[in-house]
Each structure stands twice: as structure tokens, then as C-alpha cells.
């Protein structure tokens, strides 16, 4: 029997009934626990602060700052949470300045309860949290800009390969880490040269990028 991983989570948005209903949906999963919930950007980074929660879901635009500006300081400022935005845009400019800035996630507002729930319970695995309909979205984006069309055109070496493979199935540093036996400082060390070589700016353009190599191949 697999062993429930427990998590915080802080919602930092500025619609009073949204927060609500996502807080009841989180509630009805045991190894989750809201431990706030920001109606602003600036109260979300206080608490942010204060908190250190394992994952933030955050909204992209609220009425005294954007997420993109929150996101921005709170990666800025070392905070350790997976960062997921939960938003009603699906604009490729939006998702992909988010991922850009650091966003671990990025979830719509429109989703199905029950696929938002499973989303973020992947983002709380280390997975990618990314809405099914905006994968295409970003593939095409990534397509329109000027980088290698495979691994060996890039000069990946072995390792890096592997670590790509590794960040496609949505894994963290730590877990690709565990699997690869070696510290996850290297593991970073490598994503940075693979981003790098791919001209790309994270890891979650990183996995699609992957993903459409192998539907190409």
C-alpha cells in the first residue's frame, strides 16, 4: 500500500468564491492541508513568507499585481514551493511567460473538478502540471522560435539525454535524482546545459519539446 505523502498548499487569488470552491475540492483530498489563502499578490507573497508551503496555486491576474509579478518575486526570493498558475487564460503569450518565469504548473480555472484534483495531486508528485488542451498550444509556440529539432543537432551528451527523458514523464530533480543515483544538485546542474542547448527557458517546454521529438521520430 503506497504511503500518503502529506502537502500544504497556499491559493493566492482574488475571487473570494473561486478560492472557496477549490479549497472544498482540495479538502476532499486526506494528503492535502490549505494552510492559506491570499486575496491579493501582495498578501499571497506575506504568506508565502510566513507559510513556506510545498505548493502555491496561484491566479495570473488579480486586481493590485499580476502572478506573473508574484511568481516572479517569490522565485527571486528562494521560495522552495512548486508554484502552479490556476487561470482562465489560455493565451500561448500568457502560458508561456509564466514557464519562463519559473511556474512549475500551469492548470485553467474551466477545468473539470476532477481533473484539476488529479492535476494537482501530479504537481504534488513532482510531476508536470500542464492543462491537456494547452500542450498543442505550446508545442506550436515552441515550433514559430528557432531551436535544434533533435537531441544529438543540440549536443546533449548521454546524461543529459537521460535527464530530458527523466523531465518528460513530468519528474522532479529530486526523483530524477533517486533514479540516475546522483545528487540533485547535479541533476540541476544538467537541466541548466539542457535548457541551455535546446534554447529553451524550463523544464516544462522542456518535456513538450521532448514529447513532440518522439511523436516526430
Not at 36 to 41: C, F, L
Not at 54 to 59: A, F, N, P, Q, R
Not at 113 to 123: F, K, Q, T, Y
Request: charged share 25%; glycine share 8%; proline share 2%.
Amino acid at each position: 500500500m503506497n504511503q500518503v505523502i502529506h502537502q500544504t498548499i497556499l491559493i493566492i487569488d482574488d475571487h473570494p468564491l473561486f478560492r472557496k470552491g477549490v479549497i472544498q475540492l482540495i479538502q476532499t483530498a486526506e494528503e492535502f492541508t490549505i494552510v492559506g489563502e491570499g486575496s491579493s499578490g501582495e498578501e499571497g507573497i506575506e504568506l508565502a513568507y510566513d507559510k513556506q508551503p510545498d505548493m502555491i496555486l496561484l491566479d495570473l491576474n488579480m486586481k493590485d499585481m499580476s502572478g506573473i509579478d508574484v511568481l516572479k518575486i517569490l522565485k527571486a526570493a528562494g521560495i522552495e514551493s512548486r508554484i502552479i498558475m490556476l487561470t482562465v487564460s489560455d493565451s500561448a503569450d500568457d502560458l508561456i511567460d509564466a514557464l519562463r518565469a519559473g511556474a512549475d504548473g500551469y492548470l485553467l480555472k474551466d477545468m473539470e473538478p476532477e481533473d484539476l484534483l488529479a492535476s494537482i495531486r501530479s504537481a504534488g508528485q513532482g510531476q508536470m502540471a500542464l492543462s491537456n488542451s494547452l500542450t498543442g498550444l505550446l508545442a506550436h509556440a515552441l515550433k514559430a522560435e528557432s531551436r535544434p529539432k533533435s537531441t544529438d543537432e543540440a549536443g546533449l551528451t548521454d546524461q543529459e539525454g537521460k535527464i530530458l527523458d527523466h523531465i518528460a514523464t513530468g519528474k522532479s530533480n529530486k526523483l530524477i535524482a533517486r533514479e540516475l543515483n546522483i545528487t540533485e544538485g547535479t541533476v540541476k546542474v544538467h537541466v541548466k546545459h539542457l535548457l541551455k542547448k535546446l534554447n529553451l527557458k524550463s523544464r516544462v517546454e522542456a518535456a513538450v519539446w521532448a514529447v513532440e521529438k518522439v511523436r516526430r521520430a
